[in-house]
């Protein structure tokens, strides 16, 4: 048993619609902390999440198509939701990362496929630590 914290946002769809559902600060859920059990997953602590405060989420199985009415495809053919854990883009599904104490997670909206949230250098980065 542990705790992480968790943010939902969506900066890169700031000021371009007037949506209802788009906060104008971009943060749909601030830095918030939850008690994780054993073996608790990313998408474990974002239904949590969801349940606790009163959040739209919409998933096929454990895929995340909808936070908060906010869709992948609603900017384009490369926009939707996307996770981060401690900084770093896992290369697995959300239902697949397994948490630990002390985790930061973080959804992120992206409109290009995560080039426009960092996650293109973080895969190269990793890429470059491997080699």
Not at 110 to 128: M, P, R, S, W, Y
Request: aromatic share 10%.
């Amino acid at each position: 048993m542990g705790e992480v914290t968790l943010t939902i946002r969506c900066d890169t769809v700031k000021g371009l619609t007037d949506a209802r559902y788009i906060p104008d600060s971009a943060v749909i859920l601030p830095e918030t902390s939850y008690k994780i059990a054993e073996n608790a997953t990313v998408y474990d602590v974002l239904v949590q999440a969801a349940k606790e405060n009163q959040l739209q989420l919409d998933c096929r199985g454990t895929y995340v198509a909808g936070i908060s009415h906010l869709y992948e495809f609603d900017f384009g053919n490369l926009s939707g939701w996307m996770y981060r854990v401690n900084g770093t883009f896992p290369n697995k599904g959300c239902s697949s990362y397994l948490l630990s104490d002390g985790d930061t997670v973080e959804w992120v909206y992206t409109c290009d496929l995560g080039k426009d949230v960092g996650a293109e250098q973080t895969a190269a980065e990793a890429q470059k630590n491997d080699d």
